[in-house]
């Protein structure tokens, strides 16, 4: 044969003088006058259907080895997908069927190969050649020799692998049992099948054998009910663990479409069943909230324009103020600055498509309502988040939405939107954490210049911890959200779910959006005619597909002065934590010789000071080395600075070595406070804590 060239893989489809489990041995050219012969490919000898045909394979007779295959593979669906499973090495195994077998005792040496199978194991690890026949009433003896030498066209590496459950290291569960108790385990019925099996493979030793049909032969009897040798390895496999072969037989006997036994009724049963219904024709959406869409968007300013100009005089200026005229001096003219910005338009859009064949499959719904459905909710869901807090995507996106043509009020420039910081101590309570930033809010008030009555909007988690804030009684102070708003001075509190977990970094310091104070009204959205929302719709004829278009050409952008508060959270490190262990040693004193049972709350410091003499690590002067003595311990903080303070000391401020975290201060009476300050990039936090519950021994 000359050399094949185009196959997709190549193998042995089976090897010379090896013997196979049931005693026989394919011998030396027992199919040589195939040799360059064409031969179907399919999966698992399946022969029920023309799909299970995959491909062809070249034969090649190597004497003194075997016969080689060479394969191409269809491009059907299901050849294909063969194609993948060979290439990436999830099947690596060849089976032949044969028939028309001439035999010397157990020595095949002729036979006709009809068909080369992909196949998921051998029968025999120990060889590279496993011989499966298949037997049965309507056959002759036709063969399946399974090869697990096989190698991919791309690999210079084949694998073999073996994989077999019947081999000779599984041990039966009845050691004692012998062939004659196994065979009395059966009735009358399977006995006389025993005896017609062996009679038939009596009969046709040494015999030409042509099997009676399969799907590539022109035979006119049908097969049925054929048991293949693989399959009677399995059995008697099963046989082994079960320890009984008319157990084994009767587990084979019916099994599901999925594989599964069925020992009673009806197998499959569930085609019986009626088809499930829907509930609701038209698929509902899995999607964010977006009431607040309609309560920000909705309520904002609609001007006929895209190109939004502002223009403001700043009159707050002290040149700015009337003056008062003294008689016989010259009066003098205001002055004041012209501010302006201009917001120029960006397209925002959604696209979609579908095949034609799929929408008219579609007859429950109009797929086209229901696609526009979700194209309208998903482009007012980003126009109003890209006005409220940006779009969140990185700036060198393509799909990034500008900041410069929807301005986002979050980071807008602070004569429109006014920043308020909370900084709150690490070591907060979430009912201490919460309390602050609605005090903050209170506070930031007043700076608010918008029109009419404000709307708060914030997320889920800030509602959440409002109303779970507790007085020191133990009772709820806020039942109904509505009293959290008439505490901030707002019209309502709105909850947006994609402010959920915003921050961004300014100076080096992390900030975490709380919430946005703000009326809509005071936000302007612009687009000329031609870039209102539109819909547009156009069929590929080339690719038979329907294909959708919304978008709208629009600006936003604040129009009032100081008509927004953006309340943003840091968190601060370094306030005291706990009095220093007692173990350790400051300044050349142990805490335990200093203090005990020292406890801190937010207000206060309570326990007991020692006194001590002659602590000269703690001061070179000999009247400040007696007295009561406090060592504190404190969170490290990430770049903070921390001072502290003895109010009504002689000292100012020390600051706090961060190598160490510890301070001592020298406390002259229990009337006295500690203030502490933690300084992050120019954001400080200043706490005072009471030393009225602390007992100072006497000297």
């Known amino acids: 044969m000359g050399v094949v060239e185009g196959y997709d893989f190549c193998g042995w489809a089976t090897k010379n003088d090896l013997l196979c489990t049931d005693g026989r041995t394919i011998r030396d050219n027992a199919f040589a006058e195939q040799d360059g012969e064409k031969v179907p490919i399919v999966w698992g000898h399946n022969h029920n259907s023309v799909k299970d045909v995959l491909g062809h394979a070249i034969l090649e007779n190597v004497p003194g080895k075997g016969v080689r295959m060479y394969g191409f593979l269809n491009d059907t669906e ?20 044969a028939n028309r077998l001439k035999q010397n005792g157990g020595d095949v040496l002729h036979g006709v190969i009809r068909e080369v199978s992909l196949v998921l194991a ?19 003896d036709a063969m399946v020799v399974e090869s697990e030498d096989f190698e991919l066209r791309e690999s210079a590496t084949p694998e073999i692998l073996h994989n ?122 899995i999607k964010r909230d977006t009431d607040w869409v309609a309560k920000f968007k909705g309520a904002a300013k609609k001007v006929p324009f895209s190109r939004i100009k502002t223009t403001h005089a700043n009159i707050t200026e002290e040149d700015a103020r009337a003056l008062g005229y003294i008689k016989g001096k010259r009066k003098k003219e205001e002055v004041f600055t012209l501010l302006k910005r201009k917001t120029d338009p960006q397209t925002i859009y ?33 126009v109003a988040r890209a006005g409220l807090v940006g779009d969140g995507r990185s700036a060198s996106s393509e799909d990034h939405i500008s900041h410069d043509h929807i301005r986002p009020i979050w980071t807008d420039e602070d004569l429109y939107t006014i920043k308020t910081l909370v900084s709150i101590n690490s070591g907060a309570t979430q009912d201490q954490k919460t309390t602050a930033i609605i005090e903050q809010i209170i506070r930031a008030r007043k700076n608010y210049k918008g029109s009419g009555n404000p709307t708060f909007f914030t997320t889920d988690d800030f509602i959440t911890d409002c109303l779970l804030i507790k007085d020191s009684m133990g009772h709820y102070m806020y039942d ?10 707002v019209k309502e509190i ?28 005071d936000y ?38 100081f008509s927004a508060i953006a309340v943003e959270q840091i968190w601060v490190a370094g306030f005291i934590t706990e009095g220093e262990d007692p173990t350790t040693s400051i300044l050349g004193k142990n805490v335990a010789d200093l203090q005990e049972d020292i406890l801190i709350d937010d207000r206060a410091i309570e326990g007991s000071l020692k006194y001590v003499t002659g602590y000269t690590g703690y001061s070179e002067t000999t009247e400040l080395q007696s007295g009561n003595f406090l060592a504190l ?28 975290n510890n301070v001592v201060v020298r406390v002259a009476n229990n009337n006295q406070k500690i203030k502490v300050v933690s300084t992050v990039n120019g954001e400080s936090v200043t706490k005072t804590y009471s030393l009225r519950l602390l007992e100072l021994e006497k000297g």
């Open 494 to 521: 709105v909850p947006v779910p994609v402010m959920e977990n915003l921050t961004r970094v300014v100076n080096g310091v992390t900030r975490n959006l709380v919430g946005i104070l703000v009326n809509p009204a």
């Open 633 to 660: 311990k404190f969170t490290p903080a990430v770049g903070a600075t921390t001072t502290v303070e003895l109010l009504g000391g002689s000292t100012g401020p020390v600051t706090v070595d961060p190598s160490t």
């Open 164 to 285: 077999d459950e019947s081999q000779e290291g599984d041990e039966m569960s009845h050691e004692d049992e012998t062939i004659e108790d196994v065979f009395n385990t059966l009735n009358d019925k399977q006995k006389e099948a025993v005896y017609a099996l062996i009679g038939f493979i009596q009969e046709s030793d040494g015999k030409d054998e042509d099997m009676k049909h399969n799907v590539f032969d022109t035979d006119e009897k049908e097969e049925k009910n054929v048991l293949s040798h693989a399959e009677e390895l399995e059995i008697f496999a099963d046989a082994k663990k079960f320890g009984s072969l008319r157990d084994a037989v009767l587990a084979h006997a019916a099994m599901d479409s999925n594989g599964n036994v069925v020992d009673y009724g009806v197998a499959d049963l569930e085609y019986l069943f009626p088809d499930a219904k829907a509930l609701n024709n038209e698929p509902d959406f």
């Open 122 to 140: 051998g029968a025999n690890p120990g060889a590279t050649i496993d011989c499966v026949m298949a037997h049965g009433d309507d056959y002759d």
């Open 350 to 382: 959604k696209k979609q498509k579908a095949d034609r064949d799929d929408i008219s499959d579609i007859t429950s719904f109009s797929y086209v309502n229901f696609i526009r459905k979700e194209m309208d909710g998903m482009l007012d869901e980003e």
């Open 78 to 97: 299901e050849g294909k997908h063969a194609k993948e499973s060979v290439k990436h090495g999830d099947v690596t195994k060849l089976s032949i069927y």
């Open 524 to 561: 302007a959205y612009g687009a000329d005619e031609g870039g209102k929302k539109s819909f547009f719709e156009q069929f590929d004829i080339d690719f038979n597909q329907e294909k959708y278009l919304l978008e709208s050409r629009c600006s936003g952008a604040l129009i009032k002065p």
């Open 480 to 489: 109904d959200i509505s009293k959290v708003a008439t505490k901030l001075r």
